[in-house]
């Protein structure tokens, strides 16, 4: 059974930065499809960022050129570098696994794509 242990939220200003982590346990996270989504109250859970098994990323409009998805192979660890942080980035932040590969990519993919969930950590910008 896969464990996601996400850390590294928290309330910053606008134009501040974060770094989130997600540590997994007994994966692999090379040959795993991982990604990053998010959650506002009263929204639905969406797709920020995605990295496949080699490495390729994708992002979500709202995340380009802000926002940089990477994995730690040794650390088993999936980061999301969070700059120039806006309110309406304000949101709970969850790490996703995929055991294979996805047959969908941003911005089309659907939480119900993946496998294992962490619990969360909340992102708040003001």
């Known amino acids: 059974h896969v464990q996601l242990v996400e850390s590294g939220g928290g309330s910053v200003q606008t134009g501040g930065s974060l770094r989130l982590s997600c540590t997994a346990s007994v994966l692999t996270v090379s040959s795993a499809y991982m990604a990053w989504f998010r959650q506002a109250p009263g929204s639905e859970r969406e797709g920020v960022a995605t990295?496949?098994?080699?490495?390729?990323?994708r992002y979500a409009e709202s995340a380009k050129g802000r926002f940089i998805i990477s994995k730690d192979r040794a650390k088993k660890t999936l980061y999301l570098q969070m700059d120039s942080l806006k309110p309406e980035d304000s949101a709970m932040y969850y790490c996703?696994?995929?055991?294979?590969?996805?047959?969908?990519?941003?911005?089309?993919?659907?939480?119900?794509?993946?496998?294992?969930w962490g619990q969360g950590t909340q992102v708040t910008v003001s």
């Open positions: 990295i496949d098994r080699d490495g390729s990323t």
């Open positions: 996703a696994v995929r055991l294979y590969s996805c047959p969908r990519s941003l911005p089309t993919i659907e939480p119900a794509d993946f496998h294992y």
